[in-house]
């Protein structure tokens, strides 16, 4: 079974502070892992689309990359705009379904 | 930029009820997708469809449940009966065929929630 784990579950960070999200994960033939922002009360929000472990993916101050085992999804300088809820899933072969982890929930202070 | 809209967006239902959820998913997108969030708990798959059929389902997605693509544009998640455990937020998805199906993202909309009294 297709499984996801986020870590940490929260994250409180200064303006400023850079830091980095896990997501670990363990798929059958992995079709694509992706990152999807999380606004309260809003649907989650596509990111970000991996293939292939070594890959890189950047959009303004976030970039994500991604191994066989996992992916990071690294914040350099954020900003209190960027405080969201920030969800990894991932795509098995053969299944269409998204699997999805609880999430990191980030918060940046001013 | 293309979204995928839900309707309503707080839908309140005694348990037992019908409820019918609907979605405009992005036009030149052909799979749909519903998922569910209970509250604090992750998203979950609850069904794909494409070309006018259930392309995969999960467990949760049992007999209460059915979906259909009454026209063009609108697809809809019915639950027959609902139940208390139904309360949850309702996403539904789209995505589009380009480079095969399984290396597009999904688009979510930003959900129905449905409240069982």
């Known amino acids: 079974e297709d499984q996801v784990t986020q870590s940490p579950e929260a994250l409180r960070l200064q303006e400023g502070e850079s830091s980095s999200l896990n997501c670990s994960y363990t798929?059958?033939?992995?079709?694509?892992l992706f990152w999807y922002r999380q606004d309260p009360g809003k649907g989650p929000e596509f990111l970000f689309t991996l293939y292939s472990a070594g890959e890189e993916k950047e959009k303004e101050r976030l970039k994500a990359t991604l191994t066989k085992k996992e992916s990071f999804l690294h914040i350099t300088a954020p900003k209190p705009e960027d405080s969201a809820t920030y969800l990894c899933a991932v795509r098995g072969g053969g299944s269409e379904k998204l699997v999805f982890g609880k999430g990191t929930k980030l918060t940046v202070n001013p | 930029e293309p979204e995928v809209t839900q309707t309503p967006s707080h839908q309140v239902t005694q348990m037992g009820q019908e409820v019918i959820l609907r979605c405009v998913p992005i036009?030149?997108?052909?799979?749909f997708y519903w998922y569910r969030q209970i509250l604090g708990q992750k998203v979950e798959f609850l069904v794909s469809f494409y070309n006018n059929e259930i392309s995969e389902k999960s467990e949760i997605f049992d007999d209460q449940f059915s979906v259909e693509r009454p026209d063009g544009s609108n697809f809809t998640l019915k639950i027959r009966s609902t139940k208390l455990e139904d309360s949850a937020m309702y996403f539904c998805?789209?995505?589009?065929?380009?480079?095969?199906?399984?290396?597009?993202?999904?688009?979510f909309g930003d959900g129905t929630r449905l409240s069982i009294l």
């Open positions: 998805a789209s995505s589009e065929v380009r480079d095969g199906p399984g290396r597009q993202p999904q688009h």
């Open positions: 798929v059958s033939g992995l079709r694509g």
């Open positions: 036009s030149n997108h052909l799979y």
